[in-house]
């Protein structure tokens, strides 16, 4: 059974294949090209473009655009419920003593269609209407031919493998958060628990980072491409109903990542926060610095911006003594490769680096394309926003959707990517588990380390230390 090709190849420049469309004349069946590019359509009209026949397959960037985007409109069960109905109408897969010569020409197309949609958006699956549609599908076109019977065995095997594996991912990301405390309480209750710091725990900076990396290309691999989508959907204005995904979202792995970055920030501030020597805070920062830009080296934006958010928060902007002993010139140049100005314009010139080093890698350190995940969200998000899903004249404008899969789909490429650096569990134990301090914590470890510089600190510091420590 042929393989999906990777994401790489899906999209040229301009945003989407330019000679898909060769086979089809301009505004045909209710839809509507300029230029052999498909821009609208109907509904209805884009649902039966999906749907292959004897002599017709739909390129694999409709698939992936309309599979991506249709959930604006309606819930995948529903989408799917249409396309085996499609399927079974239209190639007659409904008829007794089906002709084994018809079964040969078109089962291979919507076996091939069935293993897009359950690779590429598995999560939808976990619907078990969608599940039900599926083995119904895939049980006829056995029927039909035996030849057929252990493709379909394979194409559910692999779903139901992929679906075990995220479970899993979910039990352990719960796990990890119901054991989180916080930093202090566990200083105040055993305070020789906590004597290790990250430099005790892992003192070459280059190991932290790659280990940063493998968190990073973990989580991002969970993502599914409809998580873009979905964290989007609003009403769909000719449906009075519902809104698409009213039940509830199928994953929150987007969620659990946006959360790990915050995680590391925390972890980083609390870490140069804790010792209660100067030249201790000062040699963290360093430590940090060299992590950070070991992350931009590899083209770990997100666990490099996630550093920088770190080392810029108050309680630890606020150290000016320890900062006057940090040898800061490296700092400065990775702020400066992450400062915002121009919509970010640095980062995003060191991204398009990364990523063309990626198309021409020769090794998987190459491939390495870990982008600061917040942006990409936001650039995600004003795309949807800044364009209407629907044409004046009721169409679903399709324009819209190249733009949006072509962004989506070079994050899939990335995410693919395996980390090729040594694990070492006890550093990635510390990074996902050890406390961190919550916002008051660091402020009242800052002001223990340097004292209140105004009145309004000094408040601050008083009420910190009779509520946290229970002192006067």
């Known amino acids: 059974m042929p393989q999906t090709p990777p994401f790489a190849a899906m999209f040229d420049s301009s945003g989407y294949n330019r000679n898909l469309y060769q086979s089809k004349e301009d505004n045909c069946g209710g839809l509507y090209y300029h230029d052999n590019n498909l821009l609208s359509g109907s509904l209805e009209a884009l649902i039966q473009h999906l749907v292959p026949n004897v002599d017709y397959y739909p390129d694999r960037t409709y698939i992936f655009t309309f599979l991506l985007?249709?959930?604006?409109?309606?819930?995948?069960?529903?989408?799917?419920?249409?396309?085996c109905h499609l399927c079974i109408e239209q190639q007659r897969l409904s008829e007794p003593g089906l002709d084994k010569n018809w079964i040969r020409k078109i089962a291979p197309k919507i076996l091939q269609l069935l293993t897009e949609w359950t690779e590429t958006f598995p999560y939808d699956f976990r619907d078990e209407r969608m599940m039900r549609n599926l083995k119904e599908l895939a049980q006829?076109?056995?029927?039909?031919?035996?030849?057929?019977r252990k493709n379909?065995?394979?194409?559910?095997?692999?779903?139901?493998?992929?679906?075990?594996?995220?479970?899993?991912?979910?039990?352990v990301l719960a796990k990890i958060s119901a054991t989180s405390t916080d930093r202090l309480t566990v200083l105040k209750t055993k305070p020789q628990s906590i004597q290790r710091d990250i430099i005790t725990v892992c003192n070459d900076p280059y190991t932290l980072a790659q280990q940063l990396t493998h968190i990073e290309l973990e989580r991002l691999n969970y993502i599914g491409p409809e998580e873009f989508v979905q964290a989007f959907v609003q009403k769909d204005p000719l449906d009075n109903d519902k809104s698409c995904y009213g039940d509830r979202k199928k994953t929150r792995n987007l969620e659990a990542y946006v959360e790990w970055f915050n995680r590391l920030s925390y972890l980083v501030a609390t870490e140069i926060c804790m010792p209660v020597k100067k030249k201790h805070r000062a040699r963290v920062i360093e430590y940090f610095i060299d992590v950070a830009r070991e992350c931009f080296n590899i083209g770990n934006f997100n666990?490099?911006?996630?550093?920088?958010?770190?080392?810029?928060?108050?309680?630890v902007s606020r150290l000016?003594?320890?900062?006057?002993?940090?040898?800061t010139a490296k700092f400065d140049i990775l702020e400066h490769q992450m400062d915002p100005s121009s919509n970010f314009y640095n980062y995003r010139t060191a991204l398009r680096g990364a990523a063309q080093r990626s198309l021409t890698a020769h090794s998987n350190r190459e491939k390495i394309v870990i982008p600061f995940f917040s942006l990409l969200i936001k650039d995600i998000y004003f795309l949807n926003e800044g364009c209407a899903n629907r044409l004046p004249n009721g169409h679903v404008n399709f324009e819209k959707f190249w733009e949006l899969a072509k962004q989506v789909s070079e994050f899939m490429t990335w995410k693919q990517v395996e980390c090729p650096f040594e694990r070492d569990r006890k550093i990635l134990q510390y990074l996902l588990?050890?406390?961190?301090?919550?916002?008051?914590?660091?402020y009242l470890a800052s002001y223990e380390s340097e004292s209140p510089e105004n009145h309004v600190e000094k408040d601050r510091w008083k009420t910190l230390r009779s509520t946290l420590l229970g002192r006067v």
Do not use: C
């Open 303 to 315: 666990s490099l911006m996630a550093i920088i958010s770190g080392m810029n928060m108050s309680p």
């Open 433 to 442: 588990t050890v406390p961190v301090f919550s916002d008051d914590a660091l």
């Open 152 to 171: 379909v065995q394979q194409l559910l095997q692999n779903l139901i493998r992929k679906l075990a594996t995220v479970s899993q991912y979910e039990e």
């Open 320 to 327: 000016k003594k320890t900062w006057a002993k940090v040898k």
């Open 69 to 83: 985007s249709s959930r604006l409109f309606m819930h995948p069960y529903e989408l799917m419920a249409k396309v």
């Open 140 to 148: 006829r076109i056995a029927s039909g031919d035996e030849m057929y």
